[in-house]
């Protein structure tokens, strides 16, 4: 994505992140259909329905149709594609594939956006399913050290960290796992009443620098591994990103609020707690109504199970109109690019 600078980054209310968990969870359900219908034999075009119904029944929004004449509901990039990929009906999944499904909803006008990759069949006993450059162990090595390195810097979302302790954490994590190529082209980036706002988010470089986060703020954070070299280029689709080298890669992707406790995951069904577990000390951030403010919905530590906020967002407890609007206007209208 290609961001201008000067644009702020939107700081959101207590109020208008509930919206965004509630866009974080259908998100993640979408996604979790699709991820669920992944077997050899499917088409992406068929993962692309399933999205597409999960996110519309929940009376949600699919962000990614039409953004900047994007088709489809998800990305689907598989193999030496590492993101952008588009669904069709023509490209049919085989055992022995690795796929990345990318999802975005928007409740509200607020936006979620998670991705991940998975293996596509079993191998059979005796040998790769069809002629796959990679073992299995190798591509889980991948999957695994791009899903930890997105956690790594899912875990410096905290108030007080500067960006680059998110990417730095990212580089950190993906080196400790192997010797995995980072993608530098492609970036995170902040999220809101848009998919794409300021800051980007790199997923490598040094720790301690960019702006310093504060509670309110909302990313997306999304490394991309390659087995191979980390240069990319585009197909002629103008979309699909892919390996220069034709090596294989990873994308894990999860939108997360800073909070006064620390990140809060939003398209983590859990809100982060299980993935964030071994990273982070003391417990687990939840949204929860607060006493006392009617209607509110606050950031509070362990309070109430996050399907009660929901529900009082649902029934009308989240405020709309003018409370609706992010509190910087200025990052609204701002070009971006992808
Ligand atoms: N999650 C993707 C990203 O941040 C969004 C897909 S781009 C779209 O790059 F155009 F397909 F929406
Ligand atoms: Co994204």
Known sequence: MRLRREDPIEVKSPAQLAIMREAGLVTAAALQAAAAAVEPGISTAELDDIAERAIRSAGALPSFQGYHGYPATICTSINDEVVHGIPDAARVLSAGDIISIDCGAIVGGWHGDSALTIRVGQVQAGGAPHAAPYREDELDGLLRACERALWHGLAQAAPGRRLTDISHAVEQAVRAAGRYGIVREYTGHGIGSKMHMEPAVPNYGRAGRGPV???????????????????????????????????????????????????????????????????????????????GRTGQAVLARGAVPDAQLVSAVSEGAAPTGAAMQPRTRGAVGGRDGI
């Open 213 to 291: 986060l504060t509670a309110g703020m909302a990313l997306a954070i999304e490394p991309m591994l390659v087995l191979g070299g980390r240069q990319t280029r585009q197909l002629d689709d103008g979309w699909t990103v892919v390996t220069a080298d034709g090596s294989w890669a990873a994308h894990f992707e999860h939108t997360v609020a800073i909070t006064d406790d620390g990140p809060f995951v939003l398209t983590a069904e859990d809100g982060g707690p299980s993935g964030l577990a071994d990273l982070l000390a003391g417990s687990p951030v939840v949204l929860a109504e607060s006493p």
